[in-house]
C-alpha cells in the first residue's frame, strides 16, 4: 500500500525560501517517478516538477530557476527547494507517484496523492 506524506510548509514573507518533505512508505523511490504539484483555491493542480527514478528532474517553466527538486532513495524521501517566493506561490502542495503512462507533466497520470501540506506567502 503506498502512502506519500507531505510536510514543510508554513507561513513565510516575499523573497522567503522553504523546504518541502515528501516521505513515501509501499513505493520505491528508486524505481519510479515522483513528482510535485499545488493547488491553490479556485485553481486546477499545477504540475511543479518530477524527479525520475534515475535522478533525472523535470521543472516547470514557472518554477525554473527558483525550485529544485531531490531526493534520498535511501530514505525514500523527496524534496522540494523553493526559493524567491512570491504570494502567487501560496497553495497545498502534494507529491504524487507516477502511476500510469502520460506525459510527465499531466496530473492524470499521478496518484496516491498525500493530504499536501500548506504554503502560505505574504507579501
Known amino acids: 500500500q503506498v502512502r506519500l506524506v507531505e510536510s514543510g510548509g508554513g507561513l513565510v514573507q516575499t523573497g522567503g525560501s522553504l523546504r518541502l518533505t515528501c516521505v513515501g512508505s509501499g513505493v520505491m523511490f528508486n524505481e519510479n517517478t515522483m513528482g510535485w504539484f499545488r493547488q491553490a483555491p479556485g485553481k486546477d493542480r499545477e504540475f511543479l516538477g518530477a524527479?525520475?527514478?534515475?535522478?533525472?528532474?523535470s521543472l516547470a517553466r514557472s518554477v525554473r530557476g527558483r525550485f529544485t527538486i531531490s531526493k534520498d532513495d535511501v530514505k525514500n524521501t523527496m524534496y522540494l527547494d523553493m526559493n524567491n517566493l512570491t504570494p502567487e506561490d501560496t497553495a497545498v502542495y502534494y507529491c504524487?507517484?507516477?502511476?500510469?503512462?502520460?506525459?510527465?507533466?499531466?496530473?492524470?497520470?499521478?496518484?496516491?496523492w498525500g493530504q499536501g501540506t500548506q504554503v502560505t506567502v505574504s507579501s
Open positions: 504524487g507517484k507516477k502511476r500510469s503512462a502520460g506525459r510527465i507533466e499531466a496530473v492524470e497520470p499521478y496518484g496516491y
Open positions: 524527479i525520475m527514478s534515475s535522478g533525472g528532474t
